[in-house]
């Protein structure tokens, strides 16, 4: 109850920039993750991770050479990701606008999947097409990018960045019910620098 009271707390307080006022649910968390290959991933990024409800499952399916790297710039949500005690799991207050340079610090030149809660549909435009960018620069070719939205109006945008790529799901048993998009980097096929000023 308390944790719930907190999450709900915390994300009116910064509805900007959590852009909900419920943890995801485990339902989504599982279609949010349903076309990783665990496999085969070396690295997961995850952009606003608020306090950890995907990122769990995401820590229960890794593999043991899999490393996940969590962006998170609220504050109480940042130092209750810091509480998950996992060795392959790295937490940093920072914004999802610099994760190509922070990644880079950490030795690593590519993501194979980015999964993103961050509610790009509020967050100011110049903010979220850096984000975008950075996103599809780091992904690898055939990489996957995983958003969820509450509507469908940043299809287009979407589709700016990673052309047709983009496998399109809905989840009812979430609260608000959540669209999901699954875009693909396809290098060969999209342009080489992201359009997002649509």
Not at 53 to 69: E, G, H, K, Y
């Amino acid at each position: 109850m308390s944790k719930k009271f907190n999450f709900f707390k915390e994300a009116i307080k910064n509805y900007k920039t959590s852009g909900t006022v419920a943890p995801s649910s485990k339902f989504l968390a599982n279609k949010m993750l349903r076309e990783i290959n665990f496999l085969d991933a070396k690295v997961i990024v995850e952009l606003g991770p608020g306090n950890g409800a995907i990122t769990n499952s995401i820590l229960n399916n890794i593999q043991p050479n899999t490393i996940l790297i969590c962006f998170e710039i609220n504050d109480a949500f940042y130092k209750e990701l810091k509480k998950i005690k996992h060795p392959q799991l790295i937490v940093l207050k920072a914004s999802a606008e610099t994760m190509l340079k922070e990644i880079k610090k950490l030795g690593y030149s590519e993501a194979s999947y980015i999964v993103s809660s961050l509610p790009l549909t509020i967050i100011p435009k110049e903010i979220s097409h850096k984000i975008l960018s950075e996103s599809y620069k780091i992904l690898k070719n055939k990489g996957l990018f995983i958003q969820y939205q509450y509507s469908l109006t940043y299809y287009k945008k979407l589709k700016g960045v990673f052309g047709k790529d983009i496998k399109l799901s809905f989840e009812p048993l979430n609260f608000p019910p959540a669209f999901i998009y699954n875009c693909i980097k396809n290098s060969i096929l999209a342009a080489s620098k992201p359009n997002c000023s649509s």
